[in-house]
């Protein structure tokens, strides 16, 4: 089954990384300039077909009514997840520390969109998602994360448990984000290889993969308001791993 995404960066970013995924690409005629006029000369050279949509307003199939295209739709094959090997390659051929995310069952669209845009732009290595009762890389998904979700290998695994076993066999920490723990974000050594779980927008991380956890760490709150969002937890949690590995002696 063909998957369709829409909006400029989304498409960029998929002619820059996976354009043998492209099937078509279909443009909206009264917006071809500037960036848009870029993704019909790179479509043209990679040999992707291209389709110029003359009708108002711009509705291509399969698009979501609501969705914000920027004029730009692609469809592709299905979108390319990663082994749990091919994440383990992507850091241990850069010589660089694990940092990895596992969502448990997270099923926001945005939510997942926004963990890939922070996690490329924070340098991590891979994010692991379960098949079920969670959120699947969607056109939306790589609409709000800009085309980071091609950026980063995305495994989907039927069993995320086995997948937080199959990373601590090779010397991963598995770090729990919850409000429930002792110790804060700020009192951990980043430096390590780190996995870190994120749980599901209302119930957290489930008890069972709470058990695979090495440790459980919380962001401290010092307003009125008791938690954060998930895509916002995650941001705050990575930025900590940035600022110790590459900004303290």
Known sequence: ?????????????????HPDLIEEIVIQ???????????LER????????????????????????????????YLQEFPYA????????????????????????????????ILRVADAAGAHGLII???????ITGTVIKVSSGSAFNIPIAKVTNLKEALWYFSQRDVWIVGLSHRAEKTI?????????LLVAGNEERGIRST??????FTLKIPMRGKIESLNVAQAVGIFLYE????????S
């Open 1 to 17: 089954m063909s998957k369709v995404i829409w909006g400029i960066n989304a498409v960029l970013e998929a002619l820059k990384t």
């Open 29 to 39: 005629k009264s917006e071809l300039k500037g960036r848009l006029f870029q993704i």
């Open 43 to 74: 479509a043209k050279k990679e040999g992707i077909s291209v389709k110029v949509y003359v009708r108002k307003p711009f509705s291509p199939p399969k698009v979501p009514p609501q969705a914000h295209t920027q004029g730009v739709v692609a």
């Open 83 to 114: 082994s749990l090997e091919e994440i383990e390659k992507n850091y241990s051929l850069k010589g660089e520390p694990a940092l990895l995310i596992a969502l448990d069952e997270v099923e926001d669209p945005q939510n997942v969109g926004a």
């Open 130 to 136: 379960p098949k079920h009762r969670a959120c699947e």
């Open 186 to 194: 700020y009192e951990f050594d980043a430096k390590v290889p780190l």
């Open 209 to 214: 993969v709470l058990e695979r956890c090495d």
């Open 241 to 248: 791993v940035v600022r110790q590995r590459y900004f303290t």
